[in-house]
């Protein structure tokens, strides 16, 4: 790519332990192997103000970030929730998405707008145009060029429910069971269905990483082709 060319931006989205985190690395890994500048990243977090944010969301806060009282009253309502992942999504797109596709660079993103309209607009039940426009407003109207939809399936996280009691404690939003989880990947089913165009499903149960991965990479490589086609 030619270093007067916009990047491109793709995002992976699923509900919790769909495997986005993975075939992130993966997508990114395969790009720069093809000598294609990637910038590889992730939201809430990836800013000196987001890890902050990130405290908070994903909470409880920890030790050195902002003291949480003895009582629940810290936590988010859904409504501040979203705007502190508005707020982080601003800054994210501010310091980094934006410079790095100016200059040409590929945006590999786990996470992105579709993850706000499913967790706080259909998963916590507020209003899905007001959660579109908050967010569009604050990314300056930045949407992706592709997205992934990760979905594996109705029989729960790849990884298996987590455990409060495991080595891998839930976050915040994990911790908020099955019936939630369930609600976001319908959420998900839904914003697929609404954009078939930018939206890729992609089912992840019972097939190990790297095939989904080369499912991911086969997808790109057409929708380069019919962008390079013109169609």
């Not at 790519?1 to 769909?18: A, L, V």
């Not at 806060?61 to 936590?75: C, D, F, N, Y």
């Not at 790849?158 to 891998?168: A, E, I």
């Amino acid at each position: 790519m030619g270093r007067g060319q916009r990047g491109r931006f793709i995002t992976f989205e699923g509900p919790d332990g769909s495997g986005k985190t993975t075939q992130t690395r993966y997508l990114a890994q395969a790009l720069r192997q093809r000598g294609i500048r990637v910038l590889e990243t992730f939201e809430p977090g990836d800013t000196p103000l987001g890890r902050y944010l990130r405290q908070i969301l994903l909470g409880p806060p920890a030790a050195g970030g902002p003291e949480a009282p003895e009582s629940a009253s810290w936590e988010p309502v859904p409504m501040a929730e979203m705007l502190l992942m508005a707020a982080d999504r601003a800054q994210h797109v501010e310091q980094r998405i934006r410079p790095a596709l100016d200059g040409g660079i590929w945006v590999i993103c786990d996470r992105y707008i579709d993850s706000s309209l499913a967790y706080q607009g259909y998963g916590a039940g507020l209003a899905l145009e007001q959660v579109r426009q908050v967010n569009l407003w604050a990314t300056g109207n930045l949407w992706p060029d592709l997205t992934f939809f990760l979905d594996p399936g109705p029989g729960g996280p790849l990884t298996g429910w987590p455990s409060p009691d495991g080595p891998n404690r839930p976050d915040r939003i994990e911790d908020r069971g099955r019936e939630h989880w369930l609600r976001v990947r319908e959420a998900y089913l839904d914003l697929w269905r609404q954009s078939p165009g930018r939206i890729c499903r992609i089912e992840t149960a019972g097939k190990p990483p790297e095939a989904v991965a080369q499912e991911v990479l086969a997808h790109v490589d057409r929708w380069v082709g019919r962008e390079a086609g013109g169609s």
